[in-house]
């Protein structure tokens, strides 16, 4: 699953990162917890990868669990290199 409207043709996130941002935090200001807000936009990604994966009649075998999960480890290792930057930048990586 890449990021790009075609091949090699690089998307910018940060746009989508943040509706979906916004959207949570609505949510979350509607009163529902924040846990609960972490466990529906992981919910819905997950169903999202499955229909990429496997359409709307499908599901994801061992091998395509573990190919998103891997996709989402890496992403969460990603988002964590960029936290620890910002909150030390002068920290050697």
């Known amino acids: 699953m ?41 919910l819905a990604s997950c169903t999202y990868a499955t229909y990429i994966g496997a359409g709307n009649e499908g599901y994801l075998k061992e091998a395509g669990v573990n190919k998103v999960a891997e996709v989402y480890k890496k992403n969460l290792a990603g988002v964590q290199k960029i936290k620890k930057n910002q909150l030390n930048p002068q920290e050697k990586k």
């Open 2 to 42: 890449s990021a790009s409207k075609q091949v090699g043709q690089p998307v910018d996130l940060q746009p989508i990162l943040d509706r979906f941002i916004e959207l949570a935090n609505d949510i979350k200001d509607e009163g529902i917890p924040i846990e609960m807000v972490n466990a529906g936009l992981m």
